[in-house]
């Protein structure tokens, strides 16, 4: 059932690219006007839908590729993994290393701050794991690829591409170093503490989003990708560290595969005195 609120969400977050803007209507014309008149009265018409044609090609919007097909996804991924080491990503990598680093004396005491024992709050995060889980991330990017090349609306079906290739990437990072790592949860379940997969890909998503629509349209991805951080400490999943080194690397994948040349807002969730809290980085690489 946590599903479908976070379906409806996820459409929600699609309506701007399934809108196209609609045709300026002309003014009427008051009576006696000439021909002429008439034509120099539609030419600012014409002007503000070459300026629209324009605004849609601007740099700061990703240029839709000409082919989005599943063949486009694999061409994609294999230029992903190309371009994965790149002193940007190094700089990030060293920004969440060091911030996770900076988190690590912070772990056990967040946690336990964080672990509750009211059932209201607890009702309140078990969404969370759904909305974070690789399974159901795939099911909404494979969505959102599938409903964009059956309406033919190339945008939609860009952002899916995006998407999935988003989660490939996090899946190619986040695997080996849980295995490298061997690091035991909290909860004394299993030895893949480090990092969280699901602050990895919930952040890619947040990520991929705010490229494609910008920072003002991805706050709520960024709000649901904390959120799920969150529960993870909550759920007693992971510590602190994992959390933030897991929004990095789901940062650098969602960035690698939407390599547009934009500025770019990037939110991670950092210790703070008493839990957690929100930092922006901005790089306009």
């Known amino acids: 059932m946590a599903f479908l609120p976070a379906s409806l969400l996820w459409m929600a977050l699609l309506v701007p690219l399934t809108q196209h803007p609609a045709p300026a209507a002309d003014a009427a014309l008051p009576s006696g006007t000439s021909d002429g008149a008439a034509a120099d009265h539609s030419a ?11 605004a849609e090609q601007a740099p700061d ?8 097909g599943s063949l486009a996804i694999l061409r994609g991924l294999r230029d992903d993994v190309t371009n994965l080491p790149s002193e940007r990503n190094l700089v990030f990598a060293l920004i969440g290393g060091g911030m996770a680093l900076g988190a690590h004396p912070f772990d056990r005491t967040v946690n336990a ?5 009211y059932d209201i709050v607890n009702t309140i995060f078990v969404p969370a794991k759904y909305y974070g889980g690789t399974p159901e991330q795939l099911a909404l990017s494979v ?7 059956v309406t033919h609306k190339p945008k939609l079906s860009h952002l899916g591409m995006d998407l999935l290739r988003a989660q490939a990437v ?6 080996p170093l849980k295995f490298a790592t ?7 379940s299993d030895y893949r503490s480090f990092p969280s997969g699901h602050a990895a890909v919930t952040f890619a998503t947040a990520t991929v989003i705010e490229r494609h629509l ?17 529960s993870r400490l909550h759920d007693n999943r992971h ?5 933030v080194f897991g929004a990095t690397i789901g940062s650098i994948a969602g960035r690698t595969v939407t390599t547009h040349g934009r500025d770019t807002w990037t939110l991670v969730p950092v210790p703070a005195q008493g839990g957690l809290g929100i930092g922006v980085t901005r790089s306009t690489w």
């Open 61 to 68: 919007k990703p240029p839709t590729p000409q082919h989005t």
């Open 239 to 243: 510590y602190l560290s994992d959390v």
């Open 143 to 149: 969505g959102t690829w599938a409903i964009g090349r």
């Open 170 to 175: 996090t899946a190619l990072l986040v695997e």
């Open 214 to 230: 910008g920072w003002r349209k991805s706050l709520i991805a960024y709000a649901v990708a904390s959120y799920v951080a969150a």
């Open 113 to 117: 701050r964080l672990v509750s024992h």
């Open 182 to 188: 061997h690091r035991q949860r909290p909860d004394l």
């Open 44 to 54: 600012p018409s014409a002007g503000a839908a070459d300026e629209r044609e324009k």
